[in-house]
């Protein structure tokens, strides 16, 4: 019973959550290059940071390009989703 109740009621606050976070993960790319420069092994990288890193201190432009792509493409996926939900949800209000 409880599934039935709560679930549904957190799917968008859930999705709104993992959105933010992705989107404070790339906001953090100055902390990052500033603060530990990826952190020793490099622990503290994210996907922005390892973009440049592999760009321009590797000069693996394609390598860093294709990540950029990458990161498009999953933000595009929840982008995506989320407008389908809610013009799911506003057509059946």
Do not use: C, K
Not at 12 to 28: E, K, P
């Amino acid at each position: 019973m409880l599934r039935h109740v709560v679930l549904p009621q957190l799917r968008q606050v859930a999705f709104i959550a993992v959105a933010i976070s992705m989107i404070g993960a790339l906001r953090s790319f100055d902390i990052i290059a500033v603060m530990t420069s990826g952190g020793p092994f490099g622990s503290s990288t994210n996907l922005a940071y390892q973009m440049y890193e592999e760009s321009l201190f590797s000069y693996r432009f394609g390598y860093g390009a294709a990540l950029a792509t990458l990161l498009f493409a999953i933000m595009m996926v929840f982008i995506v989703w989320y407008l389908l939900r809610l013009l799911r949800d506003e057509r059946g209000a």
